[in-house]
């Protein structure tokens, strides 16, 4: 089964300039997260949706972030416009709502690297 | 506000020499703890999942542990393939998950 898919892994752009990262979740997860982690912390919740909606998106800086989720499947960060800041890693994960068992568990993608200079 | 606080920072380790990483944390109503291995350049990848005190969860060399304030992760024998960051986190009755800074764990051959 696939995991949680991030594109693009890498990424550096000038400051000012825009930036979108996308996340395909694992099959049939219903819940999507946005993370960000900076060198050496742990990840800090941008967003979370359940299916479409966005039910948590209290710590994204919606100055300059914004995030969708169409159709309750992939989603799509973007950041304009980018400041110097912004270097971290994104992370995409994904649960399945439900049951203890099944519902608690958030798997994580390999994240997308971004370097603003 | 769910915290959650890790020690040490970093741990260096001998081949075969077990250690404990601690993880410390405040929640309002806990749903899970969970512990998640992070590899540089990598993503975290889940590990264990605890729900209540006097809990243990095993996993070849790891054995995670729950008491009501705190849990810990028992590295027994580690070998350099367990070198990487340990991230422990909560989830709450707000339903998110909050992390800790992570120990970075090396194990030297």
């Known amino acids: 089964e696939a995991g949680v898919v991030q594109s693009p892994r890498y990424k550096i752009i000038e400051k000012k300039q825009p930036v979108a990262f996308w996340c395909n979740p694992i099959?049939?997860?219903?819940?999507l997260y946005w993370y960000r982690q900076n060198l050496g912390q742990g990840p800090e919740l941008l967003i979370r949706?359940?299916?479409?909606?966005?039910?948590?998106d209290s710590q994204l800086p919606k100055d300059r972030f914004s995030a969708e989720r169409l159709k309750g499947v992939d989603s799509t960060l973007k950041i304009q416009p980018a400041e110097l800041g912004d270097s971290a890693v994104y992370l995409c994960?994904?649960?399945?709502?439900?049951?203890?068992?099944?519902?608690?568990?958030?798997?994580f993608g390999e994240g997308s690297w971004l370097t603003v200079v | 506000e769910d915290q959650v606080t890790q020690s040490p920072e970093a741990l260096r380790l001998q081949e075969g020499e077990s250690s404990s990483l601690n993880c410390s944390y405040t929640?309002?109503?806990?749903?899970?703890l969970f512990w998640y291995r992070q590899d540089p350049g990598k993503g975290p990848e889940f590990l264990f999942t605890?729900?209540?005190a006097g809990e243990e969860k095993e996993k070849e060399r790891l054995k995670a542990t729950l008491t009501k304030k705190e849990s810990f992760l028992h590295i027994t024998a580690p070998k350099p393939e367990d070198s990487a960051t340990y991230l422990c986190?909560?989830?709450?009755?707000?339903?998110?998950?909050?992390f800790g800074g992570g120990t970075r764990l090396m194990v030297k051959p």
């Open positions: 994960a994904s649960s399945l709502r439900g049951s203890r068992e099944s519902g608690n568990t958030i798997y």
């Open positions: 099959s049939g997860h219903n819940t």
């Open positions: 949706y359940e299916n479409e909606e966005a039910v948590d």
């Open positions: 929640v309002s109503g806990l749903r899970g």
């Open positions: 605890l729900y209540s």
């Open positions: 986190a909560v989830r709450g009755a707000g339903n998110m998950l909050t």
